[in-house]
């Protein structure tokens, strides 16, 4: 009995390490006996709505545009990972929650949605890491740097001076 269970789960674990390679090589991989893919497949069939598309490709607006924009129109302007209803990253929902403590209306976009845009903020805070945090047009930092600013007091200053001039 105990060698008919040791070769199922041998069995198993090989079966599992098959799927990992797998998934490795092709962009999909197997898991409890169905197959799931990572890549988009290049369908011709496919109908025009369901294509992804690049909004942006028949405009004169640019990314740096448009992060120009969300800095200069919103007071507390937060590119994440994920929103602030689901952040998702540690360091995205710390600085959700801090400014959350000062109830004021925070807007964001979520850089896991487009690549491009990630590297657009980047490139204009000249800052490598998410979160990015603008309060009236200055760029502040990360979690880190707003949980400092929290916990010393210059947060709840620099968001009072945003509330005075709305």
Same mark, same amino acid.
């Given at each position: 009995?105990?060698?008919?269970?040791?070769?199922?789960?041998?069995?198993?674990?090989?079966?599992?390490?098959?799927?990992?390679?797998?998934?490795?090589?092709?962009? &999909?991989?197997?898991?409890?006996?169905?197959?799931?893919?990572?890549?988009?497949?290049?369908?011709?069939?496919?109908?025009?709505?369901? !294509?992804?598309?690049? !909004?942006?490709?028949?405009?004169?607006?640019?990314?740096?545009?448009?992060?120009?924009?969300?800095? !200069?129109?919103?007071?507390?302007?937060?590119?994440?990972?994920?929103?602030?209803?689901?952040?998702?990253?540690?360091?995205?929902?710390?600085?959700?929650?801090?400014?959350?403590?000062?109830?004021?209306?925070?807007?964001?976009?979520?850089?896991?949605?487009?690549?491009?845009?990630?590297?657009?903020?980047?490139?204009? &805070?000249?800052?490598?890491?998410?979160?990015?945090?603008?309060?009236?047009?200055?760029?502040?930092?990360? &979690?880190?740097?707003?949980?400092?600013?929290?916990?010393?007091?210059?947060?709840?200053?620099?968001?009072?001076?945003?509330?005075?001039?709305?």
């Amino acid at each position: 009995m105990a060698r008919v269970l040791s070769n199922m789960l041998l069995n198993r674990f090989r079966s599992m390490e098959y799927a990992r390679t797998t998934a490795s090589a092709s962009g &999909s991989f197997l898991q409890h006996g169905m197959r799931f893919s990572t890549s988009v497949p290049n369908d011709p069939d496919t109908h025009d709505d369901f !294509k992804p598309t690049n !909004k942006l490709e028949n405009s004169d607006i640019t990314l740096k545009d448009i992060v120009e924009q969300d800095v !200069k129109d919103n007071r507390v302007m937060i590119y994440m990972k994920g929103d602030p209803e689901q952040p998702r990253c540690g360091f995205s929902s710390l600085a959700v929650r801090v400014l959350s403590e000062y109830r004021v209306p925070i807007y964001s976009r979520n850089i896991l949605e487009d690549p491009e845009l990630k590297n657009a903020v980047k490139a204009f &805070s000249m800052w490598p890491t998410f979160p990015q945090i603008f309060i009236n047009g200055e760029f502040i930092g990360g &979690s880190d740097i707003i949980l400092s600013m929290h916990q010393n007091g210059e947060l709840k200053e620099k968001l009072k001076a945003t509330k005075s001039s709305d």
